[in-house]
């Protein structure tokens, strides 16, 4: 029978064991890191320019850029939790369209919404708002009850 030297017996040993951790090695599932989702947190984001705000100076034309981009990031929200309703209309002759039309109406009450950010970028200004569904108990109630209660803000377009 063959017989090793001590140090050759030692190497062999070695390179066994390597062999083995190299082949064990190839086993090991490496799983990515998963972002979760919170499927109960919504972000959504307004814009607005101030260039096209109405008023008589630029501060003023600002303060309607805020309020306009406050007002587009809540409407975004509502879209987010309540969807949205499109109406399209079509017309066509000749199996050519003549003219396409498509509105959309979103309808709820956002309660609970904070800003998380505030900014302007050259004209644009800026507002994101985040929203935790899960820290609103009052969601059953979601709907005003009397109309009356509503406060009425007169009319008045930003952008």
């Known amino acids: ?21 190299l082949i064990l090695s190839g086993c090991v599932v490496h799983k990515e890191p998963v972002e979760e989702v919170d499927e109960y947190e919504f972000v959504s984001v307004g814009y607005a320019t101030m260039s096209a705000q109405n008023g008589a100076t630029d501060d003023i034309k600002m303060l309607n850029a805020i309020k306009a981009s406050k007002l587009e990031a809540y409407k975004e929200l509502a879209e987010q939790v309540y969807g949205v309703m499109l109406t ?72």
Do not use: C, W
């Not at 108990?137 to 009356?148: I, Q, S």
């Open 1 to 21: 029978m063959f017989k090793l030297n001590q140090y050759a017996q030692g190497a062999f040993t070695l390179s066994i064991l390597s062999g083995v951790l």
């Open 88 to 159: 399209s209309e079509n017309s066509v002759q000749d199996y050519q369209l003549q003219s396409g039309r498509l509105k959309s109406k979103v309808k709820g009450l956002v309660r609970g919404a904070k800003v998380i950010r505030t900014y302007h970028e050259s004209d644009l200004y800026i507002t994101e708002l985040g929203l935790n569904m899960t820290t609103l108990p009052f969601l059953k109630d979601a709907e005003f009850a009397n109309p009356d209660d509503v406060i009425k803000v007169q009319s008045q377009v930003y952008y």
